[in-house]
């Protein structure tokens, strides 16, 4: 329980009486607090729903709402990775500017575009694919973090990412990726496992390829790997959604 509520303070900002922001001892829970989220997110989803006509202002609620969770963390996460890896410049510089409080228009435009797509993706989907959808991405948002703490070389002078490496063990690794992918196929199905899959994917090569380029990752990659996951499975879903809906072949409604 304690590495639950560690998970908790640290990945949303809601209240933990007493508890530590650890992510050592909280990481294998981290697509359980996704799961914590997606119940919440759904939920606000389908009550806004019921008041506003068409799907584009509960959409635009629920992304709010999602942003105001996370204490967006992880979209300030996104901006400082993007400000660091889209410049022109040498290692050593882009790692001085991931180190940097302030945000510059690379993180700017990819904070805008990341909400923009999930507030669109979302706003194709039913009221009931909508709920299905909420209720398991922000969980496999989060399944490949144990993973690539565990595969990537981390930047030494990230305290938080050498914490987590060394807290991401087998069992961290299967927590993260069963909690989420088992959820996911249960309520989705096959378009539930695809949806994991891009998370899960998107995640891993974000990761990758940040690592690249700063010679290792840290806090801010990963939160950045939340939000690249997070994004390709609502627009994967939203997608399969409305053609497998449309074509018959999955019955939702």
Known sequence: ??????????????????????????????????????????????????????????????????????????????ADVADAALVSADRERRASILHDVHHGTFGIVAVVLILLLKVAALSACSTRDGVLLLAVVPACGRAALPLVVRFQATIPASQMAASAASAATPVAIGAGIGLAALPAGLLLGFPGAAVFAFCLGAGVAATALLSRRFGGINGDCLGAAVELGETAGLLAGSALLAHVSASGAWAFR
């Open 1 to 78: 329980m304690n590495g639950f509520l560690s998970a908790v303070a640290l990945m949303t900002a809601l209240p933990v009486p007493g508890g530590r922001r650890d992510i050592a001892g909280g990481l294998r829970w981290f697509s359980a607090v996704g799961l914590l989220l997606g119940a919440i997110l759904a939920g606000c989803w389908w009550l806004a729903t019921r008041g506003w006509p068409g799907t584009l202002v509960p959409a635009a609620i629920t992304v709010t709402a999602w942003a105001a969770l996370t204490g967006m963390l992880h979209l300030d996460g996104l």
